[in-house]
């Protein structure tokens, strides 16, 4: 089965994974397109949500709970953090466009006693990762020091001509704390939007080797494996990962074979 999925290039949704399309246990990631004054509503059911602002302003009603007009930035490229609302399960869900946007539904399995709630940019983490060719700028949106019951959500800006996810890691074995096992969705936006990137999933028995050029919009989805990224010359990427997994920590292990260069 190919680990990447191609998104529309129009209607309302963009893209979507689910645990029974990708075969794995707790994954899901869904884009939208809204237009203005468009509503997209939803049950979570026995999955915990968190709904991340990519561009736009939008409303967001979850059960009892609801924000006004959050959001704001033009572009996923925007040097700023999002905005985003997490929803536990068994809860109705809408949001409404207010103007143009797209939004990102990332699930995992429910569990635990967590209220919905608004995660806003002053409470995420923003960090400078890599360094020369290889730095990126991180976000922690939904980190594992906040409240959740299996969703792990971060962004990541890359520059052109700059790899990511770099050396490539791994984390898909119960190993802790050396290494944790989560799935993982990568969903790419380019800039200028006609360029492309390119990811490689791939693991030690090389049961698993993927080499993909990834276009605007697209996931690739990762079971398992080292999973790197590399932007060419002249376009920047960004991607938006979601993680889950049993145990609700990231821990990863560095390929053996590349750790050489952060050990100079």
Known sequence: MSLLVKARPDGREIVRVTPESAGWDYVGFAAHRLRDGEVLDFETG???FCIVVLSGVVSVAAGADSWSEIGGRASVFDDRAPYAV???GRVSVDVIAHGAAEVALCSAPAGGDFKARLIEPSSMQRSVRGSGSNTRYVCDILPHTEAAAHLLVVEVRTPAAHSSSYPPHKHDVDNLPLESSLEETYYHRIDPPQGFAFQRVYTDA?????SMAVEDHDVVM???GYHPVVMPHG???YYLNVMAGRTREWHFKNDP????????
């Open 86 to 88: 997490y929803v536990p």
């Open 46 to 48: 026995a999955r915990e």
């Open 235 to 237: 376009y920047q990427g």
């Open 206 to 210: 090389r049961d698993i080797d993927q």
């Open 222 to 224: 990762v079971p398992r």
């Open 257 to 264: 074979a590349h750790e050489w260069m952060i050990k100079r």
